[in-house]
């Protein structure tokens, strides 16, 4: 075979085997660009404080497993991509959270954790407040008195009327804290209005 056919051959085969620049692809615009998502972690320590991070690595490791991990919701799923060697101004209405918004949030997120803490503990409280309630009323209610029954069920009514005023504390410090000590505590550590909202 002549080798200027094999040379003619090859450069046919090169020329077809090399893909041609197609149509413009549809999809997002090169200037935009998906923003990463962003997560916060919480966590309650032993001794009944809230923490937060956004950083996984700040968890302790003995509450890795327990901790909280919320997503930071931008209202937007795009950002413009920043042109080289200018510097461009967020717009008024950006959805991306700015770092004191971002911290100003998580503040919001740990009082609002106390907040439905201590909520938790009234509820709890009260409920076994009316249990022992009715626990009480069924003991005396065989007797028609605590003082005509017998010496075991004056016991129990007495270990259950001691029941009910230790419940009655936890009520009544609950209601303090969520009615006086955590306004006032977070008005004085400037957390912003809404933390009380569920």
């Known amino acids: 075979m002549n080798l200027k056919i094999i040379i003619a051959f090859l450069l046919i085969f090169i020329a077809l085997a090399v893909p041609k620049p197609g149509p413009a692809q549809t999809g997002p615009a090169p200037e935009q660009r ?3 998502d962003r997560f916060v972690y919480q966590w309650t320590d032993t001794n009944g404080v809230v923490h937060m991070t956004d950083d996984p690595s700040q968890v302790p490791k003995k509450y890795r497993n327990k901790s909280l991990k919320k997503k930071v919701e931008p209202s937007s799923e795009v950002a413009p991509e920043q042109p080289q060697g200018q510097t461009v101004e967020p717009s008024k209405g950006s959805a991306v959270p700015t770092d004191q918004e971002f911290e100003q949030q998580l503040r919001r997120d740990e009082w609002q954790q106390r907040y439905l803490d201590w909520k938790d503990k009234l509820q709890r409280s009260e409920q076994r407040q ?13 007797w028609g008195s605590a003082a005509v029954a017998p010496p075991a069920v ?4 007495g270990r259950v009327d001691q029941d009910l005023q230790n419940t009655q504390v936890e009520i009544d410090e609950a209601r303090h ?10 008005r004085k550590a400037g957390v912003s209005p809404g933390w009380q909202r569920e």
């Open 154 to 157: 004056r016991e129990e009514v």
């Open 130 to 142: 009316q249990s022992l309630q009715q626990r009480r009323a069924d003991l005396i209610t065989q």
């Open 34 to 36: 998906a923003l990463p």
């Open 177 to 186: 804290m969520l009615d006086d000590v955590l306004p006032d505590e977070a």
